[in-house]
């Protein structure tokens, strides 16, 4: 599986992104999709992920009621929308795919394969 991520750009405190992570492979519905994100000089972080048959979401507690992950398999596509963003969303986005189980699915060590990353800068 071969991840793109796009969508991160400049924006102001309050403001709103979309973000995209394209996949390639037949597979993609079978996998567990997240997103990460690392600030400068910090670890990479969980932010959210989603199941492949979309049911069930997970969210780290400052993204809850800002950001929205969805995917759609017929264009093997996830999504994080982020709304009211602030200065410490700050950091590089990477999408993950892979499979983990349920106590991993916020570890980076629970993803197999890693996008390029997309810079989302939040002014003050």
Known sequence: VQLQASGG?????GGSLRLSC????RTFSS???AWFRQAPG????????????ASN??????AKGRFTISRD??????YLQMN???PE??????CAAGRPIITTITRSTGYDYWGQGTQVTVSS
């Not at 394209?22 to 492979?25: F, L």
């Open 9 to 13: 750009g400049l924006v102001q405190a």
């Open 22 to 25: 394209a996949a390639s492979g």
């Open 31 to 33: 996998y567990t999709m």
């Open 42 to 53: 910090k670890e990479r972080d969980f932010v959210a992920a989603i199941r492949w048959g």
């Open 57 to 62: 979401t997970y969210y780290v507690d400052s």
């Open 73 to 78: 398999n017929a264009v093997s596509t996830v």
């Open 84 to 86: 009211s963003l602030k």
């Open 89 to 94: 969303d700050t950091a590089v986005y990477y």
